[in-house]
């Protein structure tokens, strides 16, 4: 096989029976799996380089904070980079580097040495995403990308699920060394296989590089991502002046970004992606998705370790099954999704989001587990039916020429909504659980503290309930996308 071909004679790689596609899909698959595990596989051993390095939490917290400044960064100019190189050169090059920069991670002295490593990781981890995206949309056609759509989103939920886990157990029986150690034959196993297997599928036209756009978009998103990620680290949270100026330079960069994309023939990120009526719903459906996701993930460890009173491995377990579910069900959801469309699954799917933030709005202090446990595997559930089927059903709608675009946007506002989520919500929770201990007349009683964390629980809650409701609403008006390409054709067949 001819691995520079750049343009296949079949408008779809899968419809040319001398062209495998699984061991395309494999060689993308492997390298997003270990990089996406390696967003979470820290988490448990920031402690641990606590104590190695001699450094504080704000310090440590680096290493999950810088990762996503770096991905918001460096996301949005993936659609041009996509256009610039072939599909085998990006892939491999990205693999490379996040490969280089696990190297740096596992053999750092240091801690500004381990942290220079993560950065190359996130330059690395940033752009797999929208490379995978793109490339399974150029490879299969409408109708059968709902599926493979969904084998994304297994790797997409299960890896991260595996993270904490795999953590946990490195960490104690070989050393925080082995995070980065262990990932590494992985990663050339995944270059090794890419160079044999991975064939060009998109097109070089080497769009005129715009560095003002650049600029706008690193100041924007890097700006809004480091300032809801800043939110905790004073008492002062959203009016700490670090917090107010980098979200007011992130939200001043985004909008000249935004302006400067509308006036430019080439843009870096075209956002026309938003004329597409399926598309813009699909992302507005991602962000609550997201944050509603984010509310749980975040929130559930906090008050199952406080007022429930469980250990740190508890309460992971408890959210275990959800996680794992999730990514078990998305196949099977994709599949759905090619055969019955977006509404069917859609609208049960919001319905049930919405019971579940009701019914853990009414959480308290005697909660049971089972009912936790309960709650966020509906939850994940709902998630699995609607998250990558509204992207995939959003993305569908474009022209191919939108294609990297559209993976783009959507890829650049994950970590945006992420960064958002958790400061959000975490500052809501915080304000309810101060004003009801201020008016309380034992502030410094256990049982009021428990009783004033579950006020703030409540009250986020309500809030993501009141939010998934849009959902619910944005469903019935769901209709399956057809492409922009093939529409204008027909139309252009009927005028003639």
């Not at 409408?142 to 993270?163: Q, T, W, Y």
């Amino acid at each position: 096989m001819d691995n520079t071909r750049t343009a296949p004679e079949y408008e779809y790689l899968s419809e040319n029976p001398d062209v495998k596609t699984l061991p395309i899909m494999l060689s993308l698959i492997i390298g997003a799996f270990f990089a996406i595990l390696n967003e979470t596989l820290l988490n448990i051993a920031l402690t641990t380089l606590m104590h190695e390095f001699d450094i504080t939490l704000p310090t440590v917290q680096w290493m999950a904070t810088g990762f996503m400044l770096v991905m918001g960064i460096v996301i949005p100019v993936s659609a041009l980079l996509l256009q610039w190189f072939t599909t085998r050169q990006l892939f491999l090059g990205t693999m490379i580097i996040f490969t280089v920069g696990t190297t740096i991670c596992a053999m750092a002295p240091t801690f500004p040495v381990l942290l220079s490593g993560r950065f190359i990781q996130a330059i690395g981890t940033g752009m797999l995403m929208p490379i995978m995206f793109n490339v399974f949309l150029l490879i299969y056609p409408p109708h059968k990308r709902g599926k493979i759509m969904g084998i994304v989103g297994l790797v997409i939920m299960f890896a991260p699920a595996l993270g904490p886990t795999l953590s946990g157990i490195i960490v104690e029986y070989l050393g925080w060394r082995f995070l980065f150690i262990t990932v590494i034959p992985f990663s050339l196993f995944s270059i090794i296989f890419a160079f044999i297997f991975l064939v060009n599928v998109s097109e070089v036209t080497k769009p005129k590089i715009d560095i003002l756009s650049i600029v706008f978009s690193t100041i924007g998103f890097g700006g809004t991502i480091y300032g809801f990620s800043s939110v905790g680290k004073s008492d002062a949270g959203f009016l700490s002046p670090e917090v107010l100026i980098a979200i007011s330079a992130g939200i001043l960069g985004i909008v000249l970004f935004a302006l400067r994309q509308i006036r430019l023939e080439e843009p870096i990120m075209d956002l026309r992606v938003f004329k597409y009526p399926m598309y813009a719903h699909a992302v507005i459906l991602f962000l609550i998705i997201v944050m509603t996701m984010f509310a749980s993930e975040i929130i559930l460890p906090i008050y199952m370790q406080g007022p429930l009173a469980l250990s740190a491995a508890a309460a992971g377990i408890l959210l275990l099954p959800g996680s794992l579910l999730n990514g078990a069900l998305s196949p099977f959801m994709g599949a759905l999704f090619d055969k019955l469309g977006p509404r069917p699954l859609m609208i049960p799917a919001t319905i049930i989001l919405s019971g579940t933030m009701f019914t853990m709005s009414r959480l308290d202090t005697e909660s049971s587990t089972w009912v936790i446990l309960v709650s966020f595997m509906l939850l994940m559930i709902s998630v699995s039916a609607t998250m990558m089927p509204a992207q995939t059903n959003g993305l569908n709608q474009l022209p191919k020429r939108l294609y990297p675009h559209g993976t783009a946007v959507i890829t650049t506002l994950q970590p945006v909504a992420g960064a958002i989520g958790v400061s959000v919500f975490i500052s809501i929770m915080n304000t309810r659980q101060m004003h009801f201990l201020q008016d309380s007349s034992n502030p410094e009683h256990p049982a009021t503290i428990d009783q004033a964390m579950v006020a703030g629980v409540e009250l986020v809650y309500f809030i993501a309930f009141i939010i998934s409701i849009i959902a619910v609403i944005m469903s019935f008006f769901v209709y399956r996308a057809k492409p922009m390409d093939n529409m204008e054709m027909e139309q252009s067949d009927t005028n003639t």
